[in-house]
């Protein structure tokens, strides 16, 4: 999975996009998952990528301890940026140990859920690194939505 992308603003869509995500959430009384964007945004490091696939989402959390609160949200977190946007692929890791792109074979599988009736999801982590975790869409054959 390519992860890496130069810090660039978010565009006016996705900032709007993000608000909408804030307001679910705020409906929600998720106030917990709100402060770990938070802290993602202001701390860390919350990049956007627009994909022939959908939007990736990349969050740097500031510790591993609150990357671990943030895993703990990971699928919630994609229900609802769901909600805003075309997402395929949602990655969470830390400032000091940054996803990056790693072979299949480090992957190890956390099972797939099924969030609504056609969005379908797989969880995974990477052997090595604790702090590395991602929610990917699966298609309707429970394989990983690709980039076209």
């Not at 995500?21 to 956007?48: C, D, K, P, R, W």
């Not at 075309?86 to 797939?112: C, E, H, N, Q």
């Not at 609504?116 to 702090?131: A, T, W």
């Amino acid at each position: 999975m390519e992860a890496s992308a130069p810090a660039v603003p978010l565009k006016h869509l996705n900032v709007v996009g993000l608000a909408r995500v804030y307001e679910f959430l705020m409906a929600q009384g998720n106030f917990h998952l709100i402060s770990l964007l938070g802290a993602a945004t202001y701390a860390g490091g919350f990049l956007v990528r627009e994909t022939e696939s959908g939007t990736h989402f990349m969050i740097q959390m500031p510790s591993s301890k609150s990357a671990q609160e943030m895993i703990g949200q990971a699928v919630t977190l994609f229900f609802c940026l769901e909600e805003a946007f075309p997402i395929s692929r949602l990655l969470i890791s830390t400032t000091k140990d940054p996803f990056m792109t790693v072979p299949a074979d480090y992957w190890i599988s956390l099972g797939s859920f099924q969030l609504k009736p056609n969005l379908y999801v797989g969880v995974g982590q990477v052997e090595g690194h604790p702090d590395w975790y991602a929610v990917v869409k699966l298609d309707e054959d429970g394989k990983l939505v690709r980039e076209k």
